[in-house]
């Protein structure tokens, strides 16, 4: 007598590589944006609400204070250093995820590291510039290819995921949209590298600039872009009454 056979196990379904729709809704997501409970854009959560903002600025600010009183390099940077720490550490307290405070202490290092590699105060905001010039040059790039990255961000709050991209109309308000963006990002640099190759008697006002011009004038920008690329909403077709004819 034969075996009776084994029944076939069914073949598992083999994973489709990623769309770019899959992806672009990633990145939408990773990129902090929210929205209110009205489907609004909440521009203030965004930029990461209060404490993230202080975040951004405080280690700058600290580095400033301290240097115009001491004069002196290394105490500055331990204390910008300490101040980004200390957010860390709130985070840790408050149980809460740790990216932005991670990021941002990362990155007052990276600041920390160059001015004093260098000697130079004003270079603890080089790799600023250097950021900045990477997403203007992405977000050029991102129109170049008619991908616009105000599209990608505001479509999925909006609930139009990709379909904006079947609109040209759509299209174009995204890519003004993101015009609006790389405008800001722009003036940034056209303001402060100037202060930047001043040295250090530009200090003080580069600094002050950069706290102006950091999540402030970002939130401006973000809700500026967000108002310039609202869907029209179409006017319903309202028939005229047509008069009665009076019975003679």
């Given at each position: 007598m034969t075996a009776p056979q084994q029944p076939e196990k069914p073949s598992e379904p083999a994973q489709e590589p990623p769309t770019m729709a899959m992806l672009a809704e990633g990145y939408a997501a990773k990129a902090g944006l929210h929205r209110t409970h009205d489907g609004r854009i909440d521009v203030l959560r965004s930029a990461g609400g209060v404490q993230g903002i202080a975040e951004s600025i405080v280690p700058g600010l600290v580095f400033l204070v301290a240097f115009t009183i001491t004069r002196d390099l290394t105490p500055s940077l331990v204390a910008a250093l300490a101040s980004a720490a200390v957010?860390?550490?709130?985070?840790?307290?408050?149980?809460?995820?740790?990216?932005?405070?991670?990021?941002g202490v990362v990155g007052v290092g990276i600041s920390a590291w160059l001015a004093n590699t260098t000697g130079k105060a004003e270079d603890f905001y080089l790799p600023g510039f250097i950021t900045n010039a990477a997403y203007i040059l992405a977000m050029v790039v991102s129109i170049a290819i008619?991908?616009?990255?105000?599209?990608?961000?505001?479509?999925?709050?909006?609930?139009?995921?990709?379909?904006?991209r079947k609109d040209a109309a759509r299209v174009r308000a995204y890519r003004l949209g993101t015009w609006i963006i790389v405008a800001v990002l722009v003036l940034r640099l056209v303001v402060q590298v100037p202060l930047y190759?001043?040295?250090?008697?530009?200090?003080t006002a580069l600094a002050t600039t950069r706290l102006i011009m950091g999540a402030p004038l970002y939130i401006l920008g973000v809700w500026i872009a967000w108002l310039l690329t609202r869907p029209v909403q179409a006017a319903e077709d309202v028939q005229p009454s047509k008069p009665s004819s009076s019975g003679a």
């Open positions: 957010f860390t550490v709130v985070r840790l307290i408050q149980r809460r995820p740790l990216t932005q405070a991670l990021a008619k991908w616009p990255v105000a599209g990608l961000l505001f479509g999925f709050i909006r609930n139009e995921g990709l379909h904006w190759l001043m040295g250090e008697d530009g200090l």
